[in-house]
């Protein structure tokens, strides 16, 4: 199987609470790779047109909020069928449905402050990889 790049998102309930090496940990135990990794602060301009595919949903303004209210860690994630395999590593949306040993589970607070974002699927990886990320700044 090809390797696949994917965007991940450590979000800023997680930073805050400096649980990024954990989280890092579950993806290089799993064995993808970090082949790109910042730390940034969203504006709320990004982070609206991040999500913008979810500006109708009723969630989309305090979405934004969260995500914009501290740090969170930006990074490519590259390995054998890496989109699928993250959004398993990450487990379902809300952590009370997160299957035991994902990140969600172990990690997040709610369906809102949920720790992690990740791609879920080849069109929306390489979007969301350009979003953030020139070429040059991924090192496999
Ligand atoms: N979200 C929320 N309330 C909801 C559903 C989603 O606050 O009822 C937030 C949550 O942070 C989630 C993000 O919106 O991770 C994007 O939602 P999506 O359905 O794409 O879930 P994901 O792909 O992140 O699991």
Do not use: C, W
């Not at 949903?57 to 209210?69: A, H």
């Amino acid at each position: 199987m090809a390797i696949e790049h994917t965007l991940s998102i450590i979000k800023p309930d997680a930073t805050r609470r400096n649980m990024t090496a954990r989280i890092n940990a579950k993806f290089e135990e799993a064995g993808l790779r970090i082949v790109a990794q910042k730390r940034v602060q969203l504006t709320r301009a990004q982070a609206e047109a991040f999500y913008s595919a979810h500006q109708a949903r009723p969630f989309f303004g305090g979405l934004v909020q969260f995500m914009t209210s501290g740090p969170v860690v930006v990074q490519v994630l590259a390995g054998e069928n890496a989109i699928a395999k993250n959004r398993d590593i990450m487990g379902a949306t809300d952590p009370k449905k997160a299957a035991p040993g994902t990140i969600r589970a172990e990690f997040a607070e709610d369906i809102e402050a949920n720790s992690v974002h990740g791609s879920d699927s080849p069109e929306a990886a390489a979007q969301e990889i350009a979003f953030f990320f020139a070429g040059t700044e991924i090192v496999g």
